[in-house]
């Protein structure tokens, strides 16, 4: 596939801090989500197809565009730790930072810096869940990525599920509860399970070996390892609590493990039988 390693021009790599400033300020989002969402859907009917390698080859256009980029920035700019730096104290607040950014990611010869391991506390609990924080530019990466995933993990989840999900809320989720119970041979009970350390336990060679998406780069979002108290620890297991594409790996992995639990359940009944 004859395709450039970036659509990022040389002399835009030239630019000064004033007119990478004023390009930041004169960017059409409206333009750069169209051409964002075109490339998507061209992924979403590739899967329906089943038609993986064109997947890949819309995924490589995707993370090697322009626009990707310029909307995984926003994507970290705009969230709510937009302010909150990774290991390497970088913060993106000034219009000509966040151009520099744009121009400056590839998953070319990536390296993920460790994560920044912090404690917040857990709602009603006494015990602190684990957050890693990745830097900025590891998360603009993650959001770069996660842009040629979200199509895929979309278009292949169960459509029951509503956690960390485009486009849905806790209303979809009251609606479809209240679809399953509000009739007369409705179930009579509800279960509620917990996955215990959920985004810390997902098994990174499945994930290498299932999720659609470039190695190389997977492999640095799951072992780049985290400081805590000065010391560099080695990330053997989970997707971090705070990483931006942490979600959607999550979600893949409990539909993938739905999956393999709904082929093996004839199979059980029939023992058990």
Same mark, same amino acid.
């Given at each position: 596939?004859?395709?450039?390693?970036?659509?990022?021009?040389?002399?835009?790599?030239?630019?000064?801090?004033?007119?990478?400033?004023?390009?930041?300020?004169?960017?059409?989002?409206?333009?750069?989500?169209?051409?964002?969402?075109?490339?998507?859907?061209?992924?979403?009917?590739? #899967?329906?197809?089943?038609?993986?390698?064109?997947?890949?080859?819309?995924?490589?256009?995707?993370?090697?565009?322009?626009?990707?980029?310029?909307?995984? #920035?926003?994507?970290?700019?705009?969230?709510?730790?937009?302010?909150?730096?990774?290991?390497?104290?970088?913060?993106?607040?000034?219009?000509?930072?966040?151009?520099?950014? #744009?121009?400056?990611?590839?998953?070319?010869?990536?390296?993920?810096?460790?994560?920044?391991?912090?404690?917040?506390?857990? *709602?009603?609990?006494?015990?602190?869940?684990?957050?890693?924080?990745?830097?900025?530019?590891?998360?603009? $990466?993650?959001?770069?990525?996660?842009?040629?995933?979200?199509?895929? @993990?979309?278009? $292949?989840?169960?459509?029951?599920?509503?956690?960390?999900?485009?486009?849905?809320?806790?209303?979809?989720?009251?609606?479809?509860?209240?679809?399953?119970?509000?009739?007369?041979?409705?179930?009579?009970?509800?279960?509620?399970?917990?996955?215990?350390?959920?985004?810390?336990?997902?098994?990174?060679?499945?994930?290498?070996?299932?999720?659609? $998406?470039?190695?190389? #780069?997977?492999?640095?979002?799951?072992? @780049?390892?985290?400081?805590?108290?000065?010391?560099?620890?080695?990330?053997?297991?989970?997707?971090?609590?705070?990483?931006?594409?942490?979600?959607?790996?999550?979600? $893949?992995?409990?539909?993938?493990?739905?999956?393999?639990?709904?082929?093996?359940? *004839?199979?059980?009944?029939?023992?058990?039988?």
């Amino acid at each position: 596939m004859n395709v450039s390693i970036s659509t990022i021009s040389f002399q835009d790599k030239k630019l000064t801090d004033a007119h990478l400033s004023q390009k930041w300020k004169s960017i059409n989002w409206y333009q750069v989500e169209k051409s964002v969402n075109k490339l998507q859907t061209r992924i979403t009917k590739a #899967v329906l197809q089943n038609k993986w390698n064109l997947i890949k080859r819309l995924q490589y256009l995707l993370t090697h565009s322009y626009s990707a980029k310029l909307l995984a #920035v926003r994507r970290v700019i705009q969230n709510k730790g937009k302010r909150t730096s990774g290991i390497d104290g970088e913060k993106w607040l000034t219009p000509d930072s966040k151009m520099k950014a #744009v121009l400056s990611l590839t998953g070319n010869r990536y390296k993920a810096k460790p994560l920044k391991r912090v404690f917040i506390n857990k *709602p009603g609990k006494k015990k602190k869940r684990p957050l890693g924080i990745p830097t900025m530019y590891d998360r603009a $990466m993650q959001s770069l990525y996660a842009l040629a995933l979200e199509p895929i @993990a979309e278009t $292949m989840s169960d459509i029951r599920s509503f956690g960390f999900r485009k486009h849905r809320s806790t209303k979809d989720a009251r609606e479809q509860i209240f679809l399953c119970l509000s009739k007369k041979n409705s179930a009579q009970w509800i279960l509620e399970g917990d996955i215990k350390g959920c985004f810390d336990n997902i098994n990174h060679q499945w994930l290498l070996t299932n999720i659609s $998406m470039e190695k190389s #780069v997977l492999t640095q979002f799951l072992k @780049a390892g985290f400081i805590y108290k000065r010391h560099l620890n080695p990330t053997k297991a989970g997707t971090p609590q705070g990483g931006t594409i942490s979600p959607i790996l999550a979600n $893949m992995t409990l539909d993938g493990l739905e999956k393999l639990l709904l082929a093996e359940y *004839p199979k059980k009944k029939k023992e058990f039988n």
